[in-house]
């Protein structure tokens, strides 16, 4: 069983910055792929940004592609997003989620275990 925890979320104005992070429990995170991904207010969940076991492979959507990065510490069990330029669209509740797999996916019913959540708000 893994445990996920996120943090980092908050409000911010347009432009601005916020790094979110994921602690996961468990001796075997450095073989889960593992993403982050969102739902804002009345919409489905959506892919963000996925990394492979390594960390040697990051995927994002194009509407963050230019503004988020995505890695992990496979030595602190922790798996980071950076997000940048961030526009009031990008405010959602923001996931953690690994995959009982080495192998990346971009579909949020294909994860196995999540985080709680943590909300990210963008003001205009």
């Known amino acids: 069983q893994v445990q996920l925890v996120e943090s980092g979320g908050g409000l911010v104005q347009a432009g601005g910055s916020l790094r979110l992070s994921c602690v996961a429990s468990?001796?075997?995170?450095?073989?889960?792929?593992m993403g982050w991904l969102r739902q804002a207010p009345g919409k489905e969940r959506e892919f963000v940004a996925a990394?492979?076991?390594?960390?040697?492979?990051?995927y994002l959507a194009d509407s963050v592609k230019g503004r988020f990065t995505i890695s992990r510490d496979n030595a602190k069990n922790t798996m980071y997003l950076q997000m940048n330029s961030l526009k009031p669209e990008d405010t959602a509740v923001y996931y953690c989620?690994?995959?009982?797999?080495?192998?990346?996916?971009?579909?949020?019913?294909?994860?196995?275990?999540w985080g709680q959540g943590t909300q990210v708000t963008v003001s205009s």
């Open positions: 990394i492979s076991w390594s960390g040697g492979s990051t």
């Open positions: 989620a690994a995959r009982r797999s080495v192998v990346v996916t971009f579909t949020p019913d294909r994860y196995d275990y």
């Open positions: 468990g001796r075997t995170f450095s073989s889960y792929a």
